[in-house]
């Protein structure tokens, strides 16, 4: 079964200091690979993308994500972290015979320590 | 541009009762998606529209779910008659048609927190 596991339930980091969050997709198809964050009573907005074009991807507010075949790992990435990151991260798969169906993570909570 | 908007932000109702939970998408957008997390899972797919035909309906999960799209704008979740195991938040999402749907942005509205007492 197509799935995509997010490896942690709840990151904690400090303001200034890196960000990983981990994810690992399960398919023998070529995905389109997304991380959409929802922040406090917003809808889900989409950081980034892969669509089979450069493996390294940046998106909004300076995350980006690498797409790993070998790994089969699309993990979110950002250098610091600011107070405003903190929300709920989900890395979401989509294949291209099934009319833009997404398949969630579980979703990440980032919490950002001052 | 004004985005996905959904109505009601929250919904309460005693199980036995009937909602129906209201999705405006992007004007323009002949793809609309519904969606739903309850409580401590991910969000899952329910159906997909385009235009106002049923596309794929695989996620809905019985037949107390009635999902229309009137005139191809905005759609309609019923859930009739509710049971405590359809509390959740339901999203709505819609995206442009385009050449591979699969590479397509969906955009999210901010959902309806439905609990059934």
């Known amino acids: 079964a197509q799935s995509v596991t997010q490896l942690d339930s709840h990151v904690s980091v400090s303001e200034g200091t890196p960000v990983l969050l981990r994810c690992n997709y399960s398919?023998?198809?070529?995905?389109?690979l997304f991380w959409y964050v929802q922040h406090p009573n917003k809808g889900l907005q989409l950081l980034l993308k892969?669509?089979?074009?450069?493996?390294l991807v940046k998106g909004i507010n300076g995350f980006e994500a690498e797409f790993k075949k070998s790994e089969t790992s699309f993990h979110l990435t950002k250098p610091s972290a600011h107070m405003s990151d903190a929300a709920e991260y989900f890395c979401?798969?989509?294949?291209?015979?099934?009319?833009?169906?997404?398949?969630f993570g579980q979703g990440t909570e980032l919490s950002v320590k001052p | 541009e004004a985005g996905v908007t959904q109505f009601p932000s929250h919904s309460v109702i005693e199980k036995g009762q009937t909602v129906t939970l209201r999705c405006d998408p992007i004007?323009?957008?002949?793809?609309l998606y519904w969606y739903r997390r309850v409580m401590g899972k991910e969000i899952k797919f329910l159906l997909h529209?385009?235009?106002?035909?049923?596309?794929?309906e695989s996620g809905m999960p019985n037949n107390r779910f009635l999902a229309e799209r009137t005139g191809g704008t905005y759609s309609t979740l019923k859930v009739q008659p509710a049971e405590l195991e359809d509390s959740g938040v339901y999203f709505c999402?819609?995206?442009?048609?385009?050449?591979?749907?699969?590479?397509?942005?969906?955009?999210f509205g901010p959902g309806t927190r439905l609990t059934v007492l």
């Open positions: 979401v798969v989509s294949y291209y015979n099934q009319g833009g169906k997404l398949i």
């Open positions: 529209f385009v235009k106002e035909s049923k596309q794929d």
């Open positions: 398919s023998s198809y070529s995905p389109s």
């Open positions: 004007s323009g957008h002949d793809n």
């Open positions: 892969y669509t089979s074009a450069a493996t």
């Open positions: 999402a819609s995206s442009p048609q385009g050449a591979s749907l699969s590479y397509n942005e969906q955009f």
